[in-house]
């Protein structure tokens, strides 16, 4: 099922892969056994992360924190949650059990690239990319390759390098090919961050549709930084709000992180809102 599951992420059907996922640790947990391949729990928190869902996310971590197959969700999770320096830690802890030029070295080179951005460490961004590239040249792989050029992009983005919407489209047309919508997505925002400065239309039409993108994918959070994108430049977020019963998507979503325990103004700042919207949604649920 874990297999089935990853098949169907690739896809960009991370609805059914997160159905397979749910499924399988539930007959795990009845059997009393651990999988074989890829544990299922790792794979389930990496969608709870792109579904902005981060204290279940943490939950289903428990246990496996040690675990290599549990890095990537790990590290997804501190990133998502704004602890950059905790990624970092994680990251270069695993990366020194591998040979760094391997294969194996390379999605842990993707996240560290991200990580190292976030610290605003621009120089130990620039060594992590570059030991993506070569392993992109050495390994031939594509996905690896779209990984690379994503990296040098969003370093691109991060010193206002001119050449940055080009390194981007670069990654976006790498990724679509492979194909890949959840990379390819994720690649189109940053390229639609990319033109807001000098295009701002161009931006708010990549935007847009990386928004879409993100949404089918499940990936909310990242769908949120979309519509958030559009807001800044005066386009609207979103068409309207999608109903579920009494409460609206949105609402919904608001309902989980007052469950979580979140203030208002952390909540704002989880969803890409204002903190004065945020508490109009908290008193429509209230009410």
């Known amino acids: 099922r874990t297999c089935c599951a990853d098949v169907y992420a690739a896809n960009g059907r991370v609805d059914a892969a997160e159905q397979e996922l749910v499924e399988a640790l539930r007959e795990l947990r009845e059997a009393g056994q651990r999988s074989r391949c890829v544990h299922p729990a790792a794979r389930l928190a990496e969608i709870r992360v792109l579904q902005g869902r981060f204290d279940e996310a943490e939950q289903l971590l428990v246990g496996f924190e ?8 790990a590290v997804a999770l501190r990133l998502a ?3 950059p320096a905790a990624a970092t830690a994680v990251l270069e802890a695993r990366l020194a059990e591998l040979a760094r030029s391997s294969l194996l070295a390379a999605p842990y080179l993707s996240q560290l690239v991200d990580a190292r951005l976030a610290e605003g460490d621009i120089a130990a961004a620039r ?3 570059a030991e993506l590239a070569a392993i992109a040249e050495t390994s031939g792989r594509e996905r690896v390759a779209a990984l690379a050029a994503l990296a ?3 370093i691109a983005l991060a010193v206002d390098d001119a050449h940055a919407p080009e390194l981007l489209q670069g990654a976006v047309n790498l990724f679509a090919a492979l194909p890949s919508p959840l990379g390819a997505a ?4 940053e390229l639609a961050r990319a033109h807001a400065g000098s295009s701002p239309q161009v931006a708010v039409d990549l935007a847009r549709r ?3 993108e993100l ?3 499940g990936a909310v959070r990242e769908a949120d930084a979309a519509a958030a994108l559009m807001r800044a430049l005066g386009a609207k977020g979103r068409a309207g709000p999608k109903d579920y019963g009494l409460l609206s998507r949105r609402e919904l979503e608001v309902l989980r992180l007052v469950g979580e325990g979140l203030t208002n103004g952390e909540i704002a700042g989880r969803l890409f809102i204002s903190p004065k919207t945020a508490e109009h949604h908290v008193g429509r649920i209230y009410s």
Request: hydrophobic content about 35%; charged content about 40%; glycine content about 8%.
């Open 66 to 73: 040690a675990e290599p197959e549990a890095i990537q969700a």
């Open 81 to 83: 949650r704004g602890e």
């Open 215 to 217: 949404e089918s994918l």
């Open 152 to 154: 040098r992009g969003r």
């Open 210 to 212: 990386a928004r879409t």
């Open 186 to 189: 994720r690649a189109r925002l």
């Open 127 to 129: 060594r992590a990319a």
